[in-house]
């Protein structure tokens, strides 16, 4: 059998897996249902089934209590498992079945395994989040190569980096559940995160219920009915305006047939009409762009492209307003496979540069290097050659690196006057251009013999040097034991090293008499070890349809 690996895009509403073909192309691998995208909708049928996709969503309003949609919200609180045929199920199990369901379809139609995957999160997802991403992927069976960003994955799929010169791209991510708005400085040597912003709350699911809306008003008004739509009505209803919304991109008009209640209408609904009723939610969009747009500014960069990401924005209204305010015409291929075409060409890169370190090194050991970590592997696990020859891709094999920015603040807890505060040392969206960044600061103890220093961690969105304590944010705590006999402000340094995984190592040294303490921190979202292998095993006796 040939060897591929695969990108998958774990999207809010839906989900996307792609790998490059022999010829060196990115190709998205359909379902077994034949469609390219697969609805991110889980339905526990029975205690040992799992229906995942269109299925699924369409039988959300015949089985709510048993259907899971917009599960990526909920990830990196791993806590926050929902409760399903009497047993809880946490949203990294949920997403390993999404992965699973797209995985084995792909592995059918294809006929090879899927076992090797660069999976995509949100550029503002942090530590909790990225391992929650990755902890699915394992509890799915698969071997995660490495989580990259969406938007760094669109820039890569639309070729962004085959130029030589410097450029700025804006990617425009207008998805089912979410908006991002990515701004990227990109070259044919490195690709770094400028600035990002979005509204979470904001997706095509908001179009779809401006057209719920306005279908309800001209059902009511065509046939009379004066009661309340039941949740099948509503159901349906959801799904045609979704349909609706979708047509409309290529018709300037279309016809919706509603029963409600013994009753029928038809309603027709016009680009023109749909583009008034959802003008707000564009607004919106293209307010936060603008945002994202000045904090660039601030930074030096001006905006040389806009690249269209996302569903949604096949709305010939998105290419409309951005042309409009930027005047500037936004690059769109396929909106809703740029980011798995993407993962599976960083995927080939990541592989292929696995393979060449397969060198035991001086020590006998063999070692990967992935976003910063190095870690001892098993030689033999890499050993096959790829199906594509990385140099017929469109990049000519040249593996490029991926410069990525913080996605949060870490602070320590610092005595000032008669109180605390945090005191941020790595600042959000802080390039790394190495994989990772290092910062050290000198503090004092604050009173003479002391015992120890608790150096507690705080994680948040928050840039400004300064913030209140909330307990809410604290990562973890490390504690450097002190001689006992330091008088007061005896200098402390702590230093924190946080890589591209999100792992943060911090570490604590008393300059008097050197002693030390170090400390790796994950987000307290975070699951267990044991209980991802567990995960696994159970995973394997469900049947994924
Ligand atoms: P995600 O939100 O999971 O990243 P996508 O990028 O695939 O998912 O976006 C899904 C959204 O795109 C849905 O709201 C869907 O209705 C919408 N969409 C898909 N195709 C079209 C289309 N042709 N016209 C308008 N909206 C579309
Ligand atoms: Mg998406």
Do not use: L, Y
């Given at each position: 059998m040939a060897k591929y690996v695969f990108g998958i895009d774990l999207g809010t509403t839906y989900s996307c897996i792609a790998y490059v073909d022999e010829t060196g192309r990115a190709t998205v691998v359909n379902n077994s249902e034949g469609t390219n995208t697969t609805p991110s909708v889980v339905n526990f049928?029975?205690?040992n089934q799992v229906v995942v996709g269109q299925v699924a969503k369409e039988n959300a309003v015949i089985d709510p209590n048993n259907t899971i949609s917009l599960v990526k919200t909920l990830m990196?609180?791993?806590?926050?498992a929902t409760n399903y045929n009497g047993e809880d199920k946490s949203p990294e199990e949920v997403s390993a079945y999404i992965l699973r369901k797209v995985t084995e379809d792909a592995s059918k139609l294809i006929?090879?395994?899927?076992k090797d995957v660069v999976i995509t999160c949100p550029a503002y997802f942090g530590t909790a989040e990225r391992t929650a991403t990755k902890n699915a992927g394992i509890i799915a069976g698969l071997n995660v190569l490495e989580i990259i960003s969406e938007p760094t994955a669109a820039a890569l799929y639309y070729g962004c980096a085959k130029e030589q010169d410097e450029k700025t791209i804006l990617v425009f991510d207008l998805g089912g559940g979410t908006f991002d708005v990515t701004i990227m400085s990109i070259s044919s040597e490195k690709i770094e995160v400028v600035c990002s912003d979005g509204n979470h709350e904001l997706g095509g699911k908001d179009w779809d219920e401006a057209v719920m809306r306005y279908l309800a008003e001209e059902f009511i008004a065509q046939t009379g009915f004066d009661g309340e739509f039941d949740e099948y009505a509503q159901q349906d209803m959801r799904l045609k305006a979704e349909k609706a919304k979708q047509q409309l991109s290529s018709r300037e008009e279309v016809p919706v047939m509603l029963d409600a209640a013994g009753l029928r209408a038809r309603i027709s609904l016009s680009r023109d009409k749909f583009d008034e009723i959802t003008s707000t939610l564009l607004g919106e969009a293209i307010d936060k762009t603008d945002a994202a747009i000045a904090v660039a500014k601030d930074k030096g960069y001006a905006i040389d492209e806009i690249l269209l990401v996302g569903g949604?924005?096949?709305?010939p209204q998105v290419t409309e307003a951005l042309v409009s305010r930027y005047g500037m015409e936004p690059k769109i291929l396929e909106p809703d496979e740029a980011v798995a075409k993407g993962a599976a060409i960083h995927a080939v890169n990541v592989y292929v540069n696995n393979q060449k370190s397969l060198e035991p090194d001086a020590a006998g050991e063999t070692t990967v290097t992935v976003g910063g970590t190095t870690k001892e592997i098993n030689a033999d696990d890499y050993k096959e050659e790829l199906?594509?020859?990385?140099?017929?891709m469109s990049i000519g094999g040249k593996t490029q690196k991926v410069v990525v920015a913080t996605t949060k603040s870490f602070a320590v807890e610092v005595s000032v006057n008669n109180g605390s505060v945090c005191h941020n040392m790595i600042i959000k969206n802080q390039a790394m251009p190495d994989g990772s960044i290092s910062v050290s600061e000198e503090f004092g103890t604050k009173d003479a013999n002391q015992e120890n220093v608790e150096i507690v961690v705080y994680e948040s969105d928050f840039m400004d040097e300064n913030f209140d304590i909330d307990p809410d944010l604290v990562l973890g705590t490390a504690t450097l034991e002190l001689s006992g006999d330091l008088p007061a402000r005896a200098p402390i340094e702590v230093t924190f090293t946080l890589n591209t995984e999100g792992i943060l190592e911090v570490s604590g040294v008393?300059?008097?008499?050197n002693r030390e303490v170090h400390a790796t921190m994950q987000s307290k979202g975070i699951m267990a070890v044991e209980k991802v292998d567990e995960l696994k095993e159970k995973s394997k006796k469900m049947v994924v349809m």
């Open positions: 049928a029975s205690p990196g609180k791993s806590d926050f006929d090879a395994e899927v949604s924005t096949r709305m199906a594509v020859q990385p140099e017929m008393d300059k008097t008499t």
